[in-house]
């Protein structure tokens, strides 16, 4: 697991930010934070769907300053969550993102400070601190923890292939 605080620099961080936030800004009920019909509820909104093979979003070039960072070889999904404030923190479900992918890259980007984390399987705890990018092995098991201090919690969620080893051949 590998975090990086920082991770974006204050304007890219900014836009990011000020854009999910607007009111403008198309977010999508989610029955089922894990599962559908699991008892959750969130919003969510895809900007890249590999499955269905094409940019889901006109907000896609706003997260250009994260995807050239991470620079995958190849993308899978990239999608923001949006779970809002409860009474309790509320674990949403123990899961992995591709469960038959042992070559894929699970990556959250915190984009607000909050109270709410992230659990793994292991135990290790991440916290929500904005601007902080989490990077690891997608079959390793994690939840979402809800936030009680304020009105939400908003993660971006990146899966994807870092390399390949044909990558590496040269010919």
Same mark, same amino acid.
């Given at each position: ?69 991470? &620079?995958? *070889? #190849? ?10 404030? @409860?009474?309790?923190? %509320? ?39 904005? &601007?902080? *990018? #989490? ?10 923890? @809800?936030?009680?201090? %304020? ?21």
């Amino acid at each position: 697991m590998k975090i990086s605080k920082n991770f974006l620099n204050t304007q890219d961080l900014t836009n990011i930010q000020n854009t999910l936030s607007s009111s403008y800004f198309p977010w999508y009920y989610n029955e089922g934070v894990v599962r559908k019909n699991d008892g959750q509820a969130h919003l969510v909104h895809t900007f890249f769907d590999k499955d269905r093979n094409y940019i889901n979003s006109d907000y896609y070039n706003l997260l250009q300053p994260i995807i050239q960072k991470i &620079n995958p *070889f #190849v993308l899978l999904r990239v999608k923001a969550n949006l779970s809002l404030k @409860t009474d309790n923190p %509320i674990e949403q479900g123990f899961h992995t993102d591709f469960p038959k992918g042992k070559n894929i890259t699970t990556a959250l980007f915190y984009l607000n400070t909050n109270n709410g984390y992230t659990l793994f399987e292991n135990g290790k705890k991440v916290q929500s601190i904005e &601007n902080t *990018f #989490v990077e690891f092995k997608g079959e390793i098991g994690h939840t979402g923890v @809800t936030s009680t201090d %304020i009105l939400n919690r908003l993660v971006l969620n990146f899966n994807y292939i870092k390399w390949c080893y044909a990558s590496k051949i040269k010919f």
